[in-house]
Each structure stands twice: as structure tokens, then as C-alpha cells.
């Protein structure tokens, strides 16, 4: 029975390819042709195949509705959160996790630093969108056109002299985004505050939310943070293989630069 099970399933990613005729069905599951027809019988019954007017066979729409479906009860808070606190355990400091809707960026998850010192961000709470390094990577994801329908209609507060003056910017800026694959906040929400942010990708290759490490200048420098831009990117690279199905990459392996945390300092939030 379980030989039965994988030629069958064996049959679907050949479809995928294209409609195939039941020779070819056969000849790839080296099987007899009644063998290959019997198999294709079943998964039509099923709804997984269709047999087109020309007697070649496709996935059925019933396959596709499943993956859709599967694709949307997907949570990718879930998947990502154990390697959000992975990545925590190695660098100490905070880690998020972002998604754009309706217009809005906002956290959906937070693993707090190691540190006394504490980001003001809650999850559920809309981003800096013309500062934020999470949000740079979600819009810069967008197609062109609604990129820049969305950009032109942002203000543009000037949170400190690094923020992004003005939609022409913003846009430039985005483009490098794109264009390098991460991004970062350095010092343009908060003077003391720097971000570095990776993008998650499912399985079309769109991005589908972003993650960031953040910490204050007391701890880590800007050049000092940005030296994890690797761990944070295979972290990314982590959670987008699980999150769209592919095989997962490595995990994140363990950072050896000493990062300095500064436990005597006395506790305060960040504002």
C-alpha cells in the first residue's frame, strides 16, 4: 500500500509541470500504463487531478483550492517565534517580528532584550512606516505603481534629522532596499535607538512579513549591530523556508562576537 501511496503522490509534481499524457505518467513512474491509469483514476476521483478533452491529465482544482487554503491558515507568527528567541538567545537584544496591512506596518511579535534597557514597542502597535527598518522591507516588496500610490500619500514627520524627509526619499531609499535585500533604522525614529531587518518570503517569493534586531547605542554601537546583519538574514532565511514549505535552511549558527550587556545599568524604557 505505501508504494501505492508515493506513486501516486509522485504523480503531482509532475503535473505541476505541466499536463502530461498517461505515457508519460507511466513512463516517469516506471509503470505499466493500466498501472499509471488506475493511480490517475483515483486522484481524479478525489478532485487532486483533471483529465482534459485531449486525454491529458492536470491538477485538479480541488489540489489547488487545498493549497490555497492551507497557504491562508498558515500563521506566521507560529513558525517564526521559536526562531525569534533563538536569535535572542544569541545576541541579547530585541527582536520583532512585523507584517503590512491595511496600510499599516505593525508588530505582531516581540522577544524583549536580555538588558535592562526596553524598547517602548508592543505588538499590535502600528511602526514608525517612514523610519522603520521592518517597514522599509514590506513596502519596498510592493509593485511599483502601489508603492509609490502608498509612499506619496505617508507624512513624513521628522522624528530626528535621520528621518526621511519626504516621499522622493522615501522612495530612493526603498529602492536600495529592494535592490540589497535588508534594511535598517539607524537612529531615524530615535537618536539612541538602531534596527537591521531581513525580509520573510513565502512560498511565491513575496515578501510576507520582516524581522529586526533593534538596540540602544548604550549597549551596541551602529557598526556593532550591523555586524549581525548575517545571523539575522540566515534567521529570515530560517523562517521563510519553514513558513513557505521548502526545505529549511540551516539553523542559525551561534554568533561568536562577544556582545557587551550592561546588567549594572539601572532598568529604563526607552522613549
Request: aromatic letters at 4%; proline letters at 6%.
Amino acid at each position: 500500500m505505501s508504494q501505492t501511496v508515493d506513486r501516486a503522490l509522485s504523480i503531482l509534481p509532475l503535473l505541476a509541470e505541466g499536463p502530461a499524457d498517461l505515457g508519460r505518467v507511466a513512463d516517469r513512474l516506471g509503470v505499466h500504463k493500466s498501472t499509471a491509469l488506475r493511480l490517475l483514476r483515483t486522484l481524479h476521483e478525489h478532485g487532486f487531478v483533471y483529465r482534459q478533452s485531449d486525454q491529458r491529465y492536470r491538477l485538479g482544482a480541488r489540489l489547488i483550492a487545498l493549497a490555497q487554503e492551507a497557504m491562508e491558515n498558515l500563521d506566521v507568527r507560529e513558525i517564526a517565534h521559536p526562531h525569534l528567541v533563538r536569535l535572542n538567545e544569541q545576541c541579547g537584544h530585541t527582536v520583532h517580528l512585523a507584517v503590512y496591512e491595511e496600510n499599516e506596518v505593525l508588530y505582531i511579535d516581540k522577544v524583549e532584550s536580555r538588558y535592562p534597557v526596553r524598547m517602548y514597542s508592543r505588538i499590535g502597535k502600528p511602526v514608525a512606516i517612514t523610519v522603520a527598518a521592518v517597514a522599509k522591507l514590506l513596502l519596498a516588496d510592493l509593485p511599483e505603481n502601489e508603492r509609490r500610490a502608498v509612499v506619496e500619500k505617508l507624512d513624513y514627520p521628522m522624528y530626528t534629522a535621520r528621518s526621511t524627509p519626504n516621499a522622493e526619499g522615501f522612495l530612493k531609499e526603498l529602492a536600495k532596499v529592494r535592490e540589497q535585500g535588508w534594511a535598517t533604522d539607524l537612529g531615524g525614529h530615535e537618536e539612541s535607538i538602531n534596527c537591521v531587518a531581513a525580509p520573510i518570503r513565502g512560498a511565491d517569493g513575496r515578501v510576507t512579513a520582516a524581522m529586526s534586531v533593534s538596540a540602544p547605542n548604550v549597549v551596541v554601537t551602529a557598526d556593532e549591530l550591523l555586524t549581525l546583519l548575517p545571523l539575522v538574514r540566515r534567521t529570515a532565511d530560517a523562517i521563510s523556508g519553514e513558513y513557505s514549505g521548502r526545505t529549511p535552511a540551516p539553523a542559525p549558527v551561534r554568533h561568536t562576537d562577544p556582545v557587551h550587556h550592561p546588567e549594572h545599568r539601572p532598568e529604563k524604557d526607552t522613549v
